[in-house]
């Protein structure tokens, strides 16, 4: 490997290697030469999905006996950083909102809730989306107020939740939901399915991540079977916090593929663009901001790898997820902000790439968990 190569993977082993080359040609084939077309016309190839699903974009790092195709937490997070690196960020969230979606059905749901949710996702014939957000409180999970009240053999439900990834796409829903009295015991997960009555969605466009979307979901006397509780009545929090950990470890994978994408444009059309009579990247100024750009990615990269081989240990080092997180937003913010820099004028122009990645490179600094609050939850664990 070339010394200037930003590939360091220790952790990475040669079956996470051969995926990841297998990865990258599917992406080059089936995805960059569309990307900025789907982007701009805020479209999806429903035909992508099922091709992804071939090669294993959908089971990576999910048990095969429910469909997946084996691995770890090393191959799931591959697919979100080499699809944030070389797709756009719309795209690789329509094929990977079910990442989020599914871990508490694979804890803990019933296997007849396994079986008729796990396959057909895995085979890219459905979609899975997480609900827990409300246009009350994002942040303030703990306090959500969609409720489900048990009424017979069924729950009914009354509420809304928004900033939905997939939301109107998606054919299977976890939704976190107050089954008990206030606070975290009052909270349960349950799977809603498109198309029960009462339950409907409605799109939100967002600046960035144009090609998939974000919907705002409202339940009227929604009823869902009591069968489609996730796991125990009462034990939802508890979940939701395990799988805010997964989710964040992806998201600062998602934003290290962003930064890389940031940081190797720049690269390039320093050494390209003459001003002055000699090359960008002639100046001292230039090249201190890539170096810059690349100091922080090498760190987000080598805490992130630490982070997630903690996780595949069986640990769950909490404030170091989200302290990883947040330096991984701060890198991505800082990367787009100077790719668009060192661009001039066309950093600005639809369809450069560094244009779409700074549009997107707010959005996780507060989905998956807001820096400030990351921030007070890493404080209260390290005891501060
Ligand atoms: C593109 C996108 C996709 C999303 N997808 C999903 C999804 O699929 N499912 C889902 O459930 N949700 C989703 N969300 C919602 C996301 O998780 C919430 O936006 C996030 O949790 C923050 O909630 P909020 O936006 O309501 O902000 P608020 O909770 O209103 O917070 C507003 C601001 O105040 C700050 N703040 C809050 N509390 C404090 C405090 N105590 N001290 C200091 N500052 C504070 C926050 O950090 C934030 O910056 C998505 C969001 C985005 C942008």
Redesign the pocket.
């Known amino acids: 490997m070339p010394a200037q190569e930003i590939e360091y993977r220790p952790f990475h082993t040669d079956r996470h290697t051969a995926f990841r080359c297998q990865l990258q040609a599917f992406i080059a084939r089936e995805i960059a030469p569309y990307v900025d077309a789907w982007e701009s016309e805020r479209v999806f190839p429903a035909s992508l999905r099922r091709k992804a699903a071939e090669v294993g974009v959908l089971g990576a790092g999910f048990p095969e006996e429910w469909g997946g195709i084996g691995g770890d937490i090393f191959d799931k997070l591959i697919v979100k950083e080499d699809l944030a690196r070389f797709g756009a960020g719309g795209v690789r969230l329509g094929l990977t ?1 079910h990442c ?1 979606a599914l871990p508490p059905i694979i804890a803990v749901g019933s296997d007849a809730l396994r079986q008729r949710v796990l396959p057909p996702v895995f085979r890219g014939d459905a979609i899975a ?5 409300e246009p009350d ?4 999970v703990a306090n959500l107020t969609t409720t489900a009240e048990r009424s017979g053999d069924s729950f009914v439900l009354n509420g809304e ?7 109107c796409s998606a054919d299977f829903y976890t939704v976190a939901v107050r089954t008990g009295a206030a606070g975290v015991d009052g909270i349960s997960l349950l799977l809603v399915e498109k198309g029960t009555s009462g339950f409907t969605q409605e799109r939100q466009d ?1 600046m ?2 144009r090609s998939w979307d ?1 919907a705002t979901l409202r339940f009227r006397d929604c009823r869902v079977p009591a069968e489609n509780l996730i796991g125990a009545e009462g034990k939802g929090f508890r979940l939701l916090m395990q799988n805010f950990n997964e989710e964040r470890l992806g998201n600062a994978a998602i934003m290290l593929g962003a930064a890389k994408a940031c940081w190797e444009d720049a690269r390039q059309y320093a050494g390209e663009r003459v001003v002055f009579g000699r090359p960008l990247a002639a100046n001292q100024t230039i090249r201190h901001k890539l170096v810059e750009m690349r100091s922080l990615i090498q760190a987000v990269q080598a805490s992130l790898d630490v982070a997630a081989l903690r996780f595949q240990q069986g640990e769950t080092p909490i404030a170091e997820i989200a302290m990883t997180k947040n330096l991984a937003a701060r890198t991505y913010e800082f990367c787009a902000a100077e790719a668009v820099q060192i661009h001039g004028a066309r950093g600005l122009v639809t369809g450069e790439r560094v244009e779409r990645l700074f549009r997107e490179s707010k ?1 996780l600094s ?8 990351l921030n ?1 939850l890493a404080a209260r664990q390290l005891g501060l």
């Open positions: 909102t989020i989306a997480l609900a827990i957000t409180g994002g942040s303030d939740k928004t900033f939905i990834s997939s939301g967002l960035g991540w974000n959005i507060i989905g998956g968990g807001a820096t400030e609050v007070d």
